[in-house]
């Protein structure tokens, strides 16, 4: 596992070499938008490319990759993220929340109904939520105890058992028919077994066509509730393939229309751009990358999930500050990220760092890595993504900056699937560097992962031992409307959790796609490039010209 001085000198220097690179090419990319058109065009048809199978029809079962964005194109929430990071309505056409962060009422749009014709109205809210998402096996993760009811076919009423003022995201979770699926197990139903062409949807686009491993064909909702012209695109034909360089080749090769690079992609396409026709375009910055700690204290299968004595370690907020204080975040940024990415949020001071550590009883050792005060050498393994090369680059950058304090920390790289399965069902990890996306959380979920409730709430899932302290905080801030800012103060209290970079959403969309918009927020959610994709527009092919018949 160890590395030489020389191995060493010579991984940072490329990474400089490239993160000077990329630092000249970022400052071109565009705005959040493309300019807009003077009359909106109808009748285009957008090409995209999916990686991999959708893996399921059903949206309650969609959580990244090619099934959340075609499932949320053909289905659609009560509310809808908007590009200020907020929520706006999407089914429902006004929102309340009462004073006490315990009660919600939606009030839906008129006239709303489902691709096939059917009405859609409260029963569809109610069933969604109580026999979809309230099941426990959707990973909607709803608060324990919530009451729906619909007072009448258009009002939904929703009561929490405690007050919770960022419940809204919840009410982005795509509505199911009642009509459709109220037979049966609704998550058992609309798989890839399923005709995806006979779904009742309500979103702006409805399946026309699906080849297994090829091709995905999604034509404009007739019934969809906008104006009676949108969306402005006729549909939307998805090749099905492989991997990324597949897709890469196909953007590159002008198939596809847009494309999320990666920070290794991101050179040759800045380069590549005047003959390709196509802009560069900044969404802002995606959710923090964490190195996270194991403060599970359950034991797994007979065993403990930190081998000790890391447990002790990692519970002793004193070592964990000292950890956040000798992170340089800046030089993570253009080593690991080639400048694609922000710095985390966090104070950096190495000697402020070693003083943390040597106040919290842990010294320095005859080869320069500390000790704890029963004399055991700090060392610990950090699990991360070995499918992501900037994982792999982030986390050789927490090794040489840690060792820098004396903390001996072995980036161990695993298969993306593997890496949650540690993590999220043995819980036998010490640290790694991940976020609660990146593991797998919808959205919605992904929001209030530090609440100790929440499924993803992967550094500490809970046990019969009860909450810290400043874990009962955390979970009391969710009753204030200045939650976010107080939980920001903890977090700088206590670092459950290490905030390391904040990747930058980068998409690159071909110059004739007018009208689109690219935010880190919304991508998140929708799952797709453009997050406005009923107002995007793009002109349809001319006309064949039709050759005159012999003797004209």
Known sequence: MARTAASVISFLLMARIFAFAAALLLA????TSLPLAPKPVTGGVLSGTLVGDPGTFNPALARRGSALEVSRLMFAGLLMPDKASGFSPDLAADFQQAEDGRRYRVQLKPALVWSDGQPLGANDVVFSFERVYGDGRSPGSLPRGLKVSAPDERTVEFILPAPDFDFAAYLTLPILPAHALGEGDPLAQWGLDADPTTLPVSGPFLCRGYTPNASLELAANPRYWRRPEQPYLAGIRYRIVPDRPAALARFQ??????YRPTPEEYAALVAGRSAGNYALVSGGAEQPVYLAFNLNRTAVAGKAPVASPAADWFANPAFRQGVALAIDRTRLVQEAFLNTAEAGKGTFDQGAARERLAAAGFKGGADGVLTDV????????????GDDPAQMRLGEGVRAQLALVGLDAQPRPLPRLVLRNRILRQKRWQAAITNPERLGAPPPASLSFWRSANPWHFFDLGDDQ?????????DATYGNKAGASEREQLIAAHQPLVELVRPLAIAAIRADVRESRFSAFESTYNGRILANIWEVQ???PPPAEVSPAPGS
């Open 28 to 31: 071109g990319c565009t705005s």
């Open 253 to 258: 090769s002008g198939q596809s229309d847009t």
């Open 374 to 385: 029963a004399g055991n050498k700090v060392s610990f393994e950090v699990l991360l993504d």
């Open 466 to 474: 009860g909450t810290p302290p400043w874990q009962d905080q955390f």
């Open 538 to 540: 793009k002109a349809p």
